[in-house]
């Protein structure tokens, strides 16, 4: 393992260890907006996530493998919203 490697798995059990002390039925509201590959809005979603690091929000809803039911498998553009946490910021998710 390279000192890269290691630097980074040490910084994600840093961020990791931090959420994992918080309150573990704090959930925050994530906003999906669905837009097409041209750029112009088809839709919005709602749900509840737990606390978790963005950078694993943003992967979950890419995935869409836990969420089926909020236009699984969607071809464009997603913007992530997620007021609740502490370290929020839009986001803009590509799936293909």
Same mark, same amino acid.
């Given at each position: 393992m390279t000192m %890269?490697?290691?630097r980074e798995v040490m910084i994600d059990e840093i961020i990791l260890?931090? &959420?994992q002390d918080m309150k573990k039925d704090y959930k925050v509201k994530v906003k999906l907006t669905y837009f %097409?590959?041209?750029g112009k809005y088809y839709s919005e979603? *709602? &749900?509840m996530e737990d606390y978790i690091p963005l950078f694993k929000i943003w992967d979950? *809803? %890419?995935n869409?493998?836990?969420h089926p039911e909020l236009n699984s498998k969607w071809k464009g553009l997603i913007l992530v919203e997620v007021s609740d946490h502490i370290n929020e910021h839009p986001h803009f998710v590509i799936t293909e």
């Open positions: %890269k490697e290691k260890k931090q &959420y %097409k590959n041209s979603g *709602v &749900y979950r *809803v %890419k869409m493998d836990i």
